[in-house]
């Protein structure tokens, strides 16, 4: 079954650093992977797709992920961290159809 | 275009009652997906209703069950409630014109069960 693991719980960054949210997934065949974020109190908010067309994703808010098969990875970066940035992170996977597996999150935290 | 609404937002009942959460989907969007997240589990599919008709279904007891409407709106009802069903429920729907399209997601419904 496609799932996948996202390898940090919390990660802390400076404003103005760059950000990576490690992601591995797993899966039989080519899968459609995903990055939500989820602001406190706010709905779960697409920020990037891959569906094969292109290994290096460009998202919103500066975001951008690179699809590497042979490491099983989609990492999430950013060069610049803003205080805005700061919510939870889901590394998603399409199970089958339109039923979506998510990571367990990693939580951002940006310091002034 | 107005964003998928889900209804109420927040909701408190007791162990042994039955509970149903409503989601009206962006308009023109016919798949309705249903996810259940706990802090321990994380985000959880339940779920997945496409013209009516259940297309998906996670790994959840016969307790919680859904139904669509023609209008697209979906309910997700849970019975006999458990403590261990306090949640945030996510509503998501897509227009399901191919599998990797966007899902929008709605703010939630907070069930707590005391």
């Known amino acids: 079954a496609q799932s996948v693991t996202q390898l940090d719980s919390h990660v802390s960054v400076s404003e103005g650093t760059p950000v990576l949210l490690r992601c591995n997934y797993s899966s039989s065949y080519s899968p459609s992977l995903f990055w939500y974020v989820q602001h406190p109190n706010k709905g779960l908010q697409l920020l990037l797709k891959?569906?094969?067309?292109?290994?290096l994703v460009k998202g919103i808010n500066g975001f951008e992920a690179e699809f590497k098969k042979s490491e099983t990875s989609f990492h999430l970066t950013k060069p610049s961290a803003h205080m805005s940035d700061a919510a939870e992170y889901f590394c998603v996977v399409n199970l089958s159809g339109y039923a979506l597996n998510f990571g367990k999150g990693t939580s951002l935290l940006v310091t002034p | 275009k107005a964003g998928v609404t889900q209804t109420p937002r927040y909701l408190i009942k007791t162990r042994g009652q039955q509970v149903t959460l409503s989601c009206s989907p962006i308009?023109?969007?016919?798949?309705v997906s249903w996810y259940q997240q706990t802090p321990g589990q994380g985000l959880q599919f339940l779920f997945e209703?496409?013209?009516?008709?259940?297309?998906n279904k996670g790994n959840f007891p016969g307790r919680f069950s859904g139904r669509q409407f023609s209008n697209s709106r979906s309910e997700m009802n849970v019975s006999t409630l458990e403590l261990g069903d306090s949640a945030l429920y996510l509503c998501?729907?897509?227009?399901?014109?191919?599998?990797?399209?966007?899902?929008?997601f709605g703010p939630g419904t907070r069930l707590t069960v005391l």
């Open positions: 891959y569906t094969s067309a292109a290994t």
């Open positions: 209703y496409f013209s009516e008709t259940q297309r």
């Open positions: 998501a729907s897509s227009s399901r014109t191919s599998p990797d399209n966007e899902q929008f």
């Open positions: 308009s023109g969007h016919r798949s």
